[in-house]
């Protein structure tokens, strides 16, 4: 009989935020692989906003791992609403209605849903909103890396 090997499970933290809202952003993310951290990143811009960097920390980790296999299953934790019900609930009927909201206006930030929307289907993503500022290590990581990336711009 043949074991049944478990699928790998690599897990993303990401955050994003702003210093004003537009403002300088930071980005960043935490891969855990195997229980251990795996890799970390930020970056930042100088004059983005709060729901733009949430959505570059994803698409970064995802660039990321495009290289790496294919098969593991990855979970992705973020502390935004606003990516996690894009990604699983909002991306759909954007792109069925024209990448417009349900009020008919443009989706803002079209441009990284294109990029998030195309990384995601190369890979097995479940979406978890985590509550930030809570005591979850990693997103505490994040967030301390997302505060590096928006003073050394």
């Known amino acids: 009989m043949m074991e049944r090997q478990e699928t ?3 897990e993303i933290y990401t955050d994003g935020g702003c210093s004003g809202n537009p403002g300088p952003g930071g980005w ?3 891969i855990i692989k195997d229980d251990v951290l795996f890799a970390e990143k930020w970056g930042g811009e100088k004059l983005t906003t709060n729901n733009r960097m949430e959505l570059q920390a994803v698409i970064a980790a995802l660039e990321f791992l ?3 296999e294919k098969e593991e299953k990855i979970v992705v934790y ?3 609403q606003y990516v996690q ?3 699983t609930i909002w991306l759909a009927d954007w792109k069925k209605k024209g990448w417009k909201t349900s ?3 443009p989706v803002k930030n079209k441009d990284l849903w294109q990029r998030l929307d195309a990384l995601a289907e190369q890979f097995l993503l479940s979406w978890i909103w985590v509550r930030g500022h809570a005591g979850n290590k ?3 990581r994040c967030d301390e890396l997302t505060r590096i990336g928006i003073v050394s711009l």
């Open 8 to 10: 790998l499970v690599i």
């Open 28 to 30: 960043a993310y935490v």
């Open 103 to 105: 009020d008919k206006k």
């Open 78 to 80: 973020t502390d935004s």
């Open 138 to 140: 990693y997103n505490e």
């Open 85 to 87: 019900k894009g990604i």
């Open 66 to 68: 495009a290289s790496e």
